[in-house]
């Protein structure tokens, strides 16, 4: 694989436009990226404190104490009953795993790889550094002989778009009849919007108690505000798990003591998601009603931490128009092409900016 394998890094486009949306006299509210902007809670942070005498190499697989925490949150967030400690495992946060999993999976030139339409553009950098390919496809019936990973992201990045048990039990089935391990990038569970809980691919309504050849992905950057932590894990095939961790070993892929001790904490603690939650709840309001009072539609964005809205205009239009009013917001050519119509705007910022969003808002709506 060489450099010019891979995409330019998208974000460096908007530079122009965070520019102008600078040049506002109250300043630029940034919802181009989700950053957690609230603190990493206190039971957390005096984790971390507590656990940085680490003279020791750490352990790539994690504690026991971590492993047992991420089996005991599956179990009581996300209804996964009886995973083992040798099914779970700590990552570097979850970016570093989606880009290395294929390398770590031993797949290279002649495999496919095959994501959602509209994705987090990671999914398919994960195919360019192994030299497999990037195959863009929602339905599983299109899915091609010869496909040896399969990513599913519910609750999407950047729509918010949830898969239900039934679209999951289809994914299962098609994956298992192409001899493919199929994976879920489930970090924005703990955000669904609506009344159910967003299901994982491991739930026994999906899986029917086999896990063979299935990983859920999680971050607690979002949950917990841990971005900064790098705080992510895996589980599902004990087998498959177990393979990728000899690799890990190898590399050196392995989250600091510290952290790993502030990750149990964080998994134990319901109550601090809960909060944050909430604080998410009441930014997705104000910001969802003033862009629909500036003529904006929402699609999807039935969880997560973003607003997937258009004004039915290039993508690029919308993200002058917005950067004029000082508001920074993500094209969704990044996700699903230079033919989108829809922006991305996240959540992750404080009260006082997603006001002063609004506030911007009520006068593009009255221009």
Same mark, same amino acid.
């Given at each position: 694989?060489?450099?010019?394998?891979?995409?330019?890094?998208?974000?460096?486009?908007?530079?122009?436009?965070?520019?102008?949306?600078?040049?506002?006299?109250?300043?630029?509210?940034?919802?181009?990226?989700?950053?957690?902007? $609230?603190?990493?809670?206190?039971?957390?942070?005096?984790?971390?404190?507590?656990?940085?005498?680490?003279?020791?190499?750490?352990?790539? *697989?994690?504690?026991?104490?971590?492993?047992?925490?991420?089996?005991?949150?599956?179990?009581?967030?996300?209804?996964?009953? @009886?995973?083992?400690?040798?099914?779970?495992?700590?990552?570097? @946060?979850?970016?570093?795993?989606?880009?290395?999993?294929?390398?770590?999976?031993?797949?290279?030139?002649?495999?496919?790889?095959?994501?959602?339409?509209? &994705? =987090?553009?990671?999914?398919?950098?994960?195919?360019?550094?192994?030299?497999?390919?990037?195959?863009?496809?929602?339905?599983?019936? #299109?899915?091609?002989?010869?496909?040896?990973?399969?990513?599913?992201?519910?609750?999407?990045?950047?729509?918010?778009?949830? !898969?239900?048990? $039934?679209? !999951? #039990?289809?994914?299962?089935? #098609?994956?298992?009849?192409?001899?493919?391990? !199929?994976?879920?990038?489930?970090? =924005?569970?703990?955000?669904?919007?609506?009344?159910?809980?967003?299901?994982?691919?491991?739930?026994?309504?999906?899986? $029917?108690?086999?896990?063979?050849?299935?990983?859920?992905? =999680?971050?607690?950057?979002?949950?917990?505000?841990?971005? @900064?932590?790098?705080?992510?894990?895996?589980?599902?095939?004990?087998?498959?798990?177990?393979? *990728?961790?000899?690799?890990?070993?190898?590399?050196?892929?392995?989250?600091?003591?510290?952290?790993?001790?502030?990750?149990?904490?964080?998994?134990? $603690?319901?109550?601090?998601?809960?909060?944050?939650?909430?604080? =998410?709840?009441?930014?997705?309001?104000?910001?969802?009603?003033?862009?629909?009072?500036?003529?904006?539609?929402?699609?999807?964005?039935?969880?997560?931490?973003?607003?997937?809205?258009?004004?039915?205009?290039?993508?690029?239009?919308?993200?002058?128009?917005?950067?004029?009013?000082?508001?920074?917001?993500?094209?969704?050519?990044?996700?699903?092409?230079?033919?989108?119509?829809?922006?991305?705007? &996240?959540?992750?910022?404080?009260?006082?900016?997603?006001?002063? &969003?609004?506030?911007?808002?009520?006068?593009?709506?009255?221009?």
């Amino acid at each position: 694989m060489t450099r010019s394998a891979l995409p330019d890094f998208p974000w460096d486009s908007l530079a122009p436009f965070a520019a102008r949306a600078r040049e506002h006299a109250d300043g630029i509210v940034d919802l181009s990226v989700g950053s957690p902007v $609230d603190p990493t809670p206190a039971v957390i942070r005096e984790a971390l404190v507590a656990a940085t005498d680490a003279h020791a190499y750490p352990q790539t *697989m994690g504690t026991p104490a971590l492993r047992e925490a991420i089996v005991r949150w599956y179990a009581r967030r996300r209804g996964v009953v @009886g995973l083992t400690t040798d099914a779970v495992l700590p990552t570097i @946060g979850s970016k570093e795993l989606v880009a290395l999993l294929p390398l770590l999976l031993g797949l290279g030139p002649g495999d496919t790889i095959v994501h959602p339409r509209t &994705a =987090y553009p990671t999914y398919a950098v994960g195919a360019a550094l192994v030299g497999a390919t990037a195959v863009a496809e929602d339905d599983p019936a #299109r899915w091609p002989e010869g496909t040896r990973l399969i990513w599913l992201n519910s609750p999407g990045n950047p729509n918010g778009a949830v !898969l239900g048990v $039934d679209a !999951l #039990r289809a994914a299962v089935a #098609r994956a298992r009849a192409l001899g493919a391990v !199929l994976v879920n990038d489930e970090c =924005y569970a703990e955000l669904g919007w609506g009344e159910e809980p967003v299901p994982s691919i491991l739930h026994p309504a999906v899986t $029917d108690g086999d896990r063979t050849s299935l990983l859920s992905v =999680y971050s607690l950057s979002k949950q917990s505000n841990l971005a @900064g932590y790098r705080a992510a894990f895996l589980a599902g095939d004990a087998a498959v798990v177990g393979a *990728m961790l000899e690799v890990r070993k190898h590399a050196g892929l392995i989250p600091p003591a510290p952290v790993q001790a502030a990750m149990v904490a964080a998994l134990d $603690d319901d109550a601090h998601v809960a909060e944050q939650r909430e604080r =998410y709840r009441a930014r997705r309001v104000a910001l969802r009603s003033a862009l629909e009072g500036a003529g904006f539609r929402i699609d999807r964005s039935e969880a997560g931490l973003y607003l997937w809205a258009t004004r039915d205009e290039p993508a690029w239009t919308t993200i002058g128009l917005l950067a004029e009013h000082g508001i920074l917001a993500a094209p969704g050519t990044f996700y699903e092409g230079e033919a989108s119509r829809h922006v991305r705007l &996240a959540l992750t910022a404080t009260d006082e900016r997603i006001a002063a &969003a609004v506030a911007r808002l009520a006068h593009l709506s009255n221009a």
